[in-house]
């Protein structure tokens, strides 16, 4: 790939710098309408345009910067949850994060020398990827562009910054400054990826409801020799940060990210000073290892949520839509699945195959799991900074019953790792079902191979009923009706639907006769026992907010 | 004695609990804690569970870790 022009070095990396190229609009070219305009060039805007280009949708990217990442190699987020990997693999960017990253699955809760609590996320997963893999944002950045200039669908637009959004009711108007003037874009839909301080979202007077934690932190990116296993490590009170709370976890590049809690009154500039930071770590890593500091930075918490993701042609994702702390790496991993959760409604309102209406359950959907994680992240937090001389007399019998006494452990919060959002209210589901299903592995690959391609269809996997011979045939031909669904036989064969084998089918609790409907982002729609076509084309209709006569949208 | 996990969404629990003292002065929420105890016991309802429990409570002090934490919460009120 001729992915960059120019590179810039920053904290010790090589970030590719991307050219800026004069816009159509300002080269003589006719304004013209784009179904999507994505604002914002970060993790969630750069997963929307690569999901719509994995799709066969055209798309605008405008981004104000020209690199990946924030300039000054500022860290931001390093833990990708297993979601977030199955995204990625869909989107053919998994290997290289695999290969970049590291791969872990187990945590521990240090207090001194000893192991209060640990946990190990890799028995019991079904998917093909990993629990997590950490690694520099800005990486995963880079290899979606990369990945989105491979597909050719998406103009990316580098130094365009959007200065205002006004919308009708069949499109909205973007106002663009780039270096050589400004200009105006039409839009169908606007997926704004701006970010905390969005300017689409406070232009259009959209409240947010901040609140700012009093809790103080200083992250440390680090480069140090000190064979440590590749877990993730949190102390409540560790003695080397005046008995407050530290995270150590390996990310790429042999780089260590540690976290530490600072005092409640800290100065944000002092903590950060490089000799506060290297006396910091010098008491943490024992007075023999060599360290280099790739980057400091002091933080506080805050969160914030919109009343409703969607705003007409307007649609939210990411720090944009909301904000939590870092506790259990929910901000990334959720504004990648708020892009997975949109695209396939988007590529499907845009095909014609469903009614605007279904865009209403992005906010639906992401609305509550934000929400869910804003909730998870606030205990955290409390646990972590405790409010009060009680709060942290209980805080203390939890550190001291947990030595002796499992169930105490699992009252200790370090933060509670990102997790794959039911969503179980949901009014496309049939049934209390919206579970994502794991990647399980299926016939020759993973359940995610079958959700790629043009367009969005969903999966139907259906074990077989021998006592009912006609029904494959009767399934195949809803397909045919023009439902976008692909349907198959898993376990036994069944004329004429293509068939898949694999360990994956008694993970996902197929008994014969029962059709598990799966959604083009692998949340599960429907659990139909006893399927007929008629069940299953009842369950489409729900899940793209169709009535259910209404088979024939494209025939 | 039960030591297995037992407690249904510890995290939703533990919250509950630190909500149920929110607003009291530290004194009412040791007689808080108090009236817990005794509340808690009358649902155990076992003399050797209650005795076992009185036991593990006394023992898991954390001597070391006592010392520590005290030294921080002086230099903390000392600011």
């Not at chain 1, 690569?50 to 055209?58: N, P, Q």
């Not at chain 1, 200790?412 to 179980?424: K, Q």
Request: net charge negative; hydrophobic share 40%; charged share 25%.
């Amino acid at each position: 790939m001729t992915g960059s022009s120019a590179r810039v070095q920053t904290g010790g990396y090589d970030l590719p710098v991307y050219d800026y190229v004069r816009p159509p609009e300002l080269a003589g070219g006719p304004r013209r309408r784009y179904p999507v305009v994505i604002v914002g060039g970060g993790l969630s805007g750069l997963t929307a345009a690569c999901d719509l280009a994995c799709r066969g949708i055209e798309a605008v990217l405008l981004d104000e910067d020209d690199t990946i990442g924030v300039r000054g190699a500022s860290s931001r987020g390093i833990c990708y949850a297993q979601k977030s990997l199955e995204i990625f693999d869909r989107l053919g960017i998994y290997q290289r994060i695999r290969d970049k990253g590291i791969t872990w699955s187990v945590g521990k809760v240090v207090e001194g020398e000893e192991v209060l609590y640990s946990f190990d996320l890799a028995p019991g997963s079904a998917s093909a990827q990993p629990p997590f893999i950490n690694i520099q944002q800005f990486y995963v950045e880079w290899f979606l562009v990369d990945r989105i200039r491979e597909l050719g669908r998406t103009d990316l637009r580098w130094k365009n910054r959007v200065t205002a959004v006004r919308q009708g009711a069949e499109h909205a108007v973007l106002s663009v400054e780039t270096p050589d003037g400004a200009y105006e874009i039409e839009a169908d839909w606007v997926v704004d990826a701006t970010g905390l301080a969005s300017p689409i979202r406070d232009g259009l007077g959209l409240p947010t409801h901040p609140e700012r934690g009093e809790d103080r932190w200083c992250i440390s990116d680090v480069r140090f020799r000190k064979p440590l296993p590749t877990e993730r490590w949190t102390w409540v009170e560790a003695p080397f940060n005046e008995n407050r709370a530290v995270w150590q976890h390996l990310m790429a590049d042999g780089v260590w990210r540690i976290d530490y809690q600072m005092a409640p009154n800290a100065d944000p500039a002092e903590v950060s000073r490089t000799e506060v930071a290297e006396a910091r770590l010098r008491a943490h890593l024992g007075p023999e290892v060599e360290f280099e500091v790739v980057w400091v930075g002091p933080y506080s918490y805050r969160t914030h949520l919109m009343d409703d993701f969607r705003c007409g042609r307007v649609l939210f994702i990411g720090d944009a839509a909301h904000v939590m702390s870092p506790f259990g790496a929910r901000g990334g991993n959720s504004g990648i699945q708020d892009a997975d959760n949109l695209g396939w409604k988007l590529a499907l309102v845009l095909r014609g195959e469903a009614p605007e209406s279904l865009l209403d359950s992005f906010d639906a959907e992401r609305r509550p799991a934000a929400a869910h994680n804003i909730k998870v992240t606030s205990r955290t937090g409390r646990f972590l900074a405790p409010r009060t001389e009680m709060e942290r007399i209980i805080r203390k019998a939890v550190l001291d019953l947990s030595t002796e006494h499992p169930f105490a452990r699992l009252l200790l919060n370090t933060g509670r790792m990102s997790a794959p959002f039911r969503y179980d209210a949901s009014p496309l589901n049939t049934g209390a079902e919206g579970e994502a299903v794991p990647n399980v592995r299926l016939g020759e690959g993973v359940l995610s191979d079958l959700l790629r391609g043009e367009g969005a269809a969903f999966v139907a996997l259906w074990a077989p009923d021998p006592a009912q011979p006609g029904l494959a045939a009767a399934l195949q031909a809803v397909a045919e009706r023009g439902w976008p669904v692909r349907v198959f036989a898993c376990g036994a064969e069944a004329q004429p639907l293509p068939h898949l084998s694999g360990s994956g089918m008694g993970l996902l609790g197929l008994t014969p006769g029962t059709l598990l409907l799966v959604r083009p982002d692998q949340h599960l729609a429907a659990r139909i026992r006893d399927a007929d076509p008629a069940a299953l084309e009842a369950a489409l209709a729900r899940a793209l907010c169709r009535a259910p006569s209404d088979a024939l949208a494209r025939a | 004695m039960r030591t297995d996990p037992n407690i249904p969404d510890p995290d939703g629990f533990y919250e509950a609990l630190l909500d149920t003292h929110a607003g009291l002065s530290i004194e009412e929420s040791h007689a808080l804690n108090a009236r817990l105890v005794l509340l808690l016991a009358n649902q155990i309802g076992d003399a050797a569970v209650l005795r076992a429990c009185l036991a593990a409570a006394r023992a898991s002090a954390g001597q070391n870790r006592d010392t520590a934490s005290r030294d921080t919460q002086n230099r903390e009120t000392a600011r």
